[in-house]
């Protein structure tokens, strides 16, 4: 069975620095991963995904993230926070097994950018 | 392009009562549909799949069930709702294949009072 695992409950970073969000994932054979983010009382959004190739994915709002096969790990950056980026951040993988094209979601990690 | 919709927003019902929330999606055929509950906020729980009309699975055995009508409609219901009925319902999307991502709705809030 995959899973999926997010260490960090909340991270904290001020307005204009750099942010990870981290993410490590458990599943046979190749994984798909994901990204989404959360806004209070609002469905998820897509931001991006990884599926095969570049291990560098650039997705939606200057978001981007690291795929690290060997460390298991899709870790997601910005390169510069902003205050409008406090949210909700789950990172979602994909795995062989099970039909249904189901993904299974970490528990999410409050992101708070402060001035 | 496509958009998915769910209502309602928000409901408040009485233990004991029954529940229906309805979710459509407009712009793509024969997706594959999502039931997931989010509670206090955080994780989110799988509960009903489809792929396609009366084809529905049951991730987590509880009160509640699942119902496709049509190809673009996804119903969830219960006879009799308890207090832990509560949370964040979301109704999500995507195509047919092994890694498309998912698209969610807005979500209904409901309160089992």
């Known amino acids: 069975a995959q899973s999926v695992a997010q260490p960090e409950d909340q991270v904290n970073v001020a307005e204009g620095n750099p942010l990870t969000v981290k993410c490590t994932y458990s599943?046979?054979?190749?994984?798909?991963l994901f990204w989404y983010v959360q806004y209070p009382n609002r469905g998820l959004q897509f931001l991006l995904k990884y599926i095969t190739g570049d291990n560098l994915v650039k997705g939606s709002y200057g978001f981007e993230a690291e795929f690290n096969k060997s460390q298991t790990s899709f870790h997601l950056k910005k390169p510069s926070a902003l205050v409008s980026d406090s949210a909700l951040y789950f990172c979602a993988v994909r795995g062989l097994t099970g039909g249904g094209n189901k993904l299974t979601f970490g528990t999410g990690t409050q992101l708070k950018v402060e001035l | 392009s496509q958009t998915i919709h769910q209502w309602p927003a928000t409901l408040v019902q009485p233990v004991g009562s029954p529940l229906s929330l309805e979710c459509t999606v407009e712009?793509?055929?024969?997706?594959?549909l999502y039931w997931y509950r989010q509670a206090a906020g955080r994780g989110l729980q799988l509960l009903f799949y489809?792929?396609?009309?009366?084809?529905i699975s049951s991730e987590v055995p509880q009160n509640l069930s699942a119902s496709r009508p049509q190809d673009r409609q996804f119903i969830l219901s219960s006879k009799k709702l308890l207090l832990s009925d509560s949370g964040f319902y979301l109704c999500?999307?995507?195509?047919?294949?092994?890694?498309?991502?998912?698209?969610f709705g807005p979500g209904t809030r409901l309160t089992v009072t």
């Open positions: 599943v046979s054979g190749n994984p798909y």
């Open positions: 712009g793509t055929s024969n997706p594959n």
């Open positions: 999500a999307w995507s195509d047919r294949g092994t890694y498309y991502e998912q698209y």
């Open positions: 489809s792929i396609g009309i009366d084809q």
